[in-house]
């Protein structure tokens, strides 16, 4: 029953920057994480970044530095930014809510496309 709706996919150029969101909206069991994965063609779907119940993140990424989560407790959003894009960046986004004695939940995912 609980729902997540992304935006803020697209194409963008080598070197720029865009900003992903995620809402999620029914039935959540408290505590939950929220969290970011990317999958491209033919590759597993690994996380990129969330944020604990707690407010502490985790990174899946090694390039850490290119990636910022923030997360809304009151609103229960999640947004990352990606910084410095690269073509390797291209997959297809999905927001997950991960309730820590309950289930996990996906959104439906939102494209990257890193060309020029």
């Known amino acids: 029953q609980v729902h997540l709706v992304e935006s803020g996919g697209g194409l963008v150029q080598p070197g720029g920057s865009l900003t992903l969101s995620c809402a999620a909206s029914g039935d959540i069991a408290s505590p939950f994480t929220m969290a970011w994965y990317r999958q491209a063609p033919g590759q597993q779907r690994d996380l990129v970044a969330n944020?604990?119940?707690?407010?502490?993140?985790i990174f899946g990424v090694s390039e850490k530095h290119r990636f910022a989560i923030s997360r809304d407790f009151a609103r229960n959003t999640v947004t990352l930014q990606i910084y410095n894009l690269k073509p390797g960046d291209t997959a297809v986004y999905y927001c997950?809510?991960?309730?820590?004695?309950?289930?996990?939940?996906w959104g439906q995912g939102t494209q990257v496309t890193v060309s020029s």
């Open positions: 997950q809510l991960h309730e820590n004695y309950g289930a996990q939940y």
């Open positions: 944020v604990l119940s707690s407010g502490a993140s």
